[in-house]
């Protein structure tokens, strides 16, 4: 999902500008309520049961009414998060990868972006985690990069994480998914911005709802849409670094007019020399040439 083409990165973006809505959802809206969305769950055609009813309506609230239980820190950077993504678009993302540069920027460049906006415009200290797990009887092992804040400006409340994850719908979705399913999905934010315990309340929701969708469908239930395995991807162990430290692991080369170092020139004819040179260097023999 990192190294997606220009194209995809373009619709991303261009869906960012037209609708903050549809990217970052209705978090900040408080004009509804999860009750709203009770009389169009139960009009589905779709549902085969009251019980199916009953559980998809249910789901339906939980996940709503984690969404709106938002603090004022956590709207302050979302509101952030919005002014970096439309600075992105506005100038352009360039991807500067080393190894295989995307052309119209890929998702770890964009990363990159937006917490160098995070932490030197709006003031926050904010890092690229990448977190990492071991295969277990249950679960692969993986890996998975998003952007995080961390504050402590509260000594009483204590450290407050906030995880910033640009892709979060996309995460969650099951290209066979039902009805049902897909417009739970389409419920969250294509961008979420919020604190690890919503988050995690939000990852119970959704895989209990994605194990009922499967179920239904008869499909076989994938290690990678397992409960642990999503909370592996946020909530797990993780290496943190600056954006700028990250940018500068992915793009570290030699400048354009550099040329390698000639190795010392030593003559088999001077004995003294050359022992002279073997001494040298940390133990590393210098190359030697017979002339």
């Known amino acids: 999902m990192d190294r997606q083409n220009s194209d995809d990165m373009m619709r991303f973006l261009e869906g960012m500008a037209s609708s903050d809505d549809v990217i970052f959802g209705c978090l900040d809206e408080g004009n509804q309520s999860p ?42 950077i979302r509101q952030a998060t919005k002014e970096a993504l439309k600075e992105v678009k506005s100038k352009g993302l360039h991807c500067v990868c080393r190894l295989r540069p995307v052309a119209g920027g890929c998702r770890s460049c964009l990363r990159g972006e937006i917490s160098r906006h995070l932490q030197h415009v709006a003031g926050y200290h904010c890092l690229i985690s990448k977190s990492k797990w071991r295969s277990s009887h249950d679960i692969p092992a993986g890996e998975h990069e998003y952007i995080e804040i961390v504050d402590r400006s509260d000594s009483k409340k204590g450290e407050m994480r906030v995880v910033i994850e640009l892709s979060f719908r996309a995460e969650f979705e099951i290209a066979k998914g039902g009805e049902e399913y ?11 911005v919020g604190k690890t315990d919503r988050l995690r309340s939000l990852i119970k929701i959704l895989c209990i709802a994605g194990k009922r969708c499967l179920r239904d469908k008869k ?13 592996a991807k946020w909530l797990g162990t993780c290496d943190r670094s600056t954006s700028l430290e990250a940018v500068v692991s992915e793009t570290t080369t030699e400048p354009e ?10 003559s088999m004819l001077n004995y003294d020399g050359l022992l002279g040179c073997l001494s040298t260097g940390l133990g590393r023999p210098a190359a030697v040439t017979v002339v």
């Open 219 to 231: 499909m076989h239930m994938g290690p990678w849409r397992k409960h642990k395995y999503m909370q």
């Open 257 to 266: 007019n550099w040329v390698p170092q000639a190795k010392p020139r030593v």
């Open 35 to 76: 009750e709203d969305f009770q009389d169009d769950s139960e009009a589905n055609s779709n549902c085969n049961s009251e019980e199916n009813k009953a559980f998809w309506l249910e789901q339906e609230q939980l996940l709503q009414g984690t969404l709106y239980r938002t603090s004022s820190a956590e709207t302050k």
């Open 182 to 192: 897909k417009r739970l999905i389409s419920r969250l934010p294509e961008v979420y």
